[in-house]
Every structure is written in structure tokens, then in C-alpha cells.
């Protein structure tokens, strides 16, 4: 049974003009320290954060939890490439479904909170 649900889209220049206005601070601020090891593999890292960002809104949105931070979360990639979630000093029960996606110019993301 369906609990919750999130999505969210966001310009990826507007991650990559944060990150030039607040430096690395700003990257610190949103992702884990293996969020922006994963980014900085690739040639443009600002979808990768772009679509972390997205995803972590949609994961706030589906649980509706006010309280969880930037950091509570962690999104990885799972051996087959689908994007999962770690909790960070959360015990989450329930099911968590992600996904992320991005043109070149928007990333979005959808998260489902089942029992």
C-alpha cells in the first residue's frame, strides 16, 4: 500500500550556479562525502548532483517527515546502476522506491513510500 509520494525537477545550472557562488561549502551543505565522490567521476558532474538534489526533495515530499536534513540521506547507486537510498541515523521501516532522470537541462526525480 502506497504511503507517500514525491517528485521534484530542477534546472541543473541552478546546482551548478550555487556550486560557483557558494564553493564547496555549498556541496558539503547538500551531499555526503560519497554523494560528491560519485558526481566527480563523470565529465558533468552537475546532472549527478542535480539529480541527488531532485531526488532527496521527492524522498522529503513522499515521507513527510520535516525534520530530515540534507545529510539524513544518502543516494547511492545499487551493482545494476538503480539509484537507492541509505538512511543516516534514521530507522526507516517501511519501502523505499527511487528514481532519477535528467536531459541535459532538468533532473527529476519520484520517490514512493510503501508499508
Partial sequence: MIIGTG?????????QKAHERWGDGFLKHVYTPEEIEYAKKFKFPYRYY??????KEAIFKAMGMP?????????????????????????????????????????????????
Fill in 7 to 15: 517528485i521534484d525537477i530542477i534546472e541543473i545550472n541552478r546546482i
Fill in 50 to 55: 542535480a539529480g541527488r538534489f531532485a531526488v
Fill in 67 to 115: 525534520d530530515l536534513s540534507w545529510h539524513d540521506v544518502t543516494i547511492l547507486n545499487d551493482k545494476s546502476g538503480k539509484p537507492v537510498c541509505r538512511f543516516n541515523k534514521i530507522n526507516f521501516k517501511n519501502r523505499l522506491s527511487i528514481s532519477i532522470s535528467h536531459s541535459q537541462d532538468y533532473a527529476v526525480a519520484q520517490a514512493i513510500v510503501e508499508e
